[in-house]
């Protein structure tokens, strides 16, 4: 008898998915899929995921939550698969899955990266977006609560926090005095002096405060890694999406911070054929690759969600939406192997995963020599390229 949890989706998910296995029993025959709804293509890999889990656990419970068990709620439960549902906004109460609360003595540090969910749900109204109706409004996690969830993680040893959330930059709104991230990502480098890498998850630029702003440029423990939740690079298309930037703010956002820190390397979420896209549109966001540098290139292509207001509106067919999703990939593989090239023969401090690969402060990911001992920091200094891996 084990215990298996399955995160699908974003890293939020994975947070979510570690603060789940350390609370539920071990000893249980018990298969959980934390699923995922941002996509209609997400909503395909949960069922696949289930159907899977099934298969190699024919005799274990299976029960879902996450986004997709929320939003998808009837069709999920009505797979012949799933014995339960736990609700999304419930599923970090042991209480929901008939566990007492109380201390748990499980490993929480299964990867040399703690994600810590400092966030939750989002009160934006994008018009694609169907994650509010699986999240509900936005919540943040009180510093103090912050800082003790932190700890817990450095004292097992994890070489690097990541803090994550569904709308990451709104935290703080809600609490008393409505703090800002940059008062969070302070407070963090000032608690745990030690802690030489802070990394920060997607994160929406015209939210980012002047604190933040500060500590992106120029604390070096706060990694160069800057992820646009950016998703078009057209102006029209970005007003339909009800998105609240232009074009040029992310333009002037970027160019600022690489003036002060030029080896921040920049990542970006960006959706393919949303409704109404012309040609022209089409050719602002993949312009918007090279002018931002983008090397990290999170690329979704349109999935229309019934009850969202794009829905509503004139659709790209779907070969379209297709071959412009490639478009953007190939753009952001011309931009990621010229980087990749750049960081050949450059002292690389990498923090050594399980599976043989670290990431750089940048994001790079590395190969790295055998037997390097996950959770510890290297200095790797690139001679190749394999496989999109610097070696």
Not at 160 to 167: F, H, I, K, P, R
Not at 207 to 216: A, M, T, Y
């Amino acid at each position: 008898m084990s215990l298996e949890v399955v995160s699908l989706g974003c890293r939020l998910n994975l947070a979510e998915s570690e603060r789940m296995r350390a609370f539920l029993p071990q000893d249980q025959d018990l298969v959980v899929i934390n699923s995922c709804a941002v996509t209609a293509e997400a909503v395909r890999q949960t069922r696949q995921a289930i159907r899977k889990a099934r298969r190699q656990h024919p005799d274990a419970r299976l029960l879902v939550t996450g986004c997709a068990a929320e939003i998808e709620r009837t069709a999920i439960a009505a797979m012949p698969e799933v014995d339960g549902l736990v609700a999304n906004a419930t599923k970090l109460d042991p209480r929901s899955w008939n566990v007492a609360p109380g201390p748990s003595s499980a490993d929480q540090s299964r990867h040399s990266r703690a994600f810590i969910a400092v966030q939750n749900g989002c009160d934006h109204a994008c018009t694609f977006c169907v994650i509010p109706q699986g999240r509900g409004n936005s919540r943040s996690l009180p510093l103090d609560q912050v800082l003790q969830e932190i700890d817990r993680f450095v004292q097992r040893g994890a070489g690097e926090v990541v803090l994550t959330g569904v709308d990451l930059t709104s935290w703080g709104h809600d609490l008393p005095e409505a703090p800002q991230l940059g008062t969070l990502v302070a407070a963090i480098l000032d608690a745990f002096p030690a802690l030489l890498r802070l990394r920060l998850s997607s994160v929406d630029g015209v939210e980012i405060d002047p604190l933040l702003f500060e500590l992106i440029a120029g604390e070096p423990r706060l990694l160069p890694y800057l992820h646009l939740s950016l998703q078009h690079g057209n102006n029209l298309i970005l007003k339909r999406m009800k998105r609240r930037h232009l074009r040029s703010d992310a333009l002037k956002l970027v160019a600022e911070l690489k003036a002060r820190r030029p080896e921040l390397a920049v990542g970006a979420d960006l959706i393919a054929g949303f409704p109404t896209e012309s040609v022209a549109a089409h050719a602002d966001n993949l312009s918007i690759i090279a002018e931002l540098a983008v090397v990290h290139g999170h690329i979704f292509p349109y999935s229309r969600r019934p009850g969202t207001p794009a829905a509503l509106m004139p659709q790209v067919d779907g070969p379209t939406i297709k071959a412009r999703a490639a478009d953007l990939r190939a753009a952001v593989a011309e931009q990621r192997a010229e980087w990749l090239a750049a960081q050949i023969g450059m002292p690389l401090s990498v923090l050594a995963e399980r599976d043989g690969t670290g990431h750089a402060p940048n994001f790079a990911r590395v190969q790295l020599p055998p037997a390097t001992a996950a959770g510890s920091i290297v200095t790797v200094t690139p001679t190749r390229i394999i496989e999109g891996l610097l070696a």
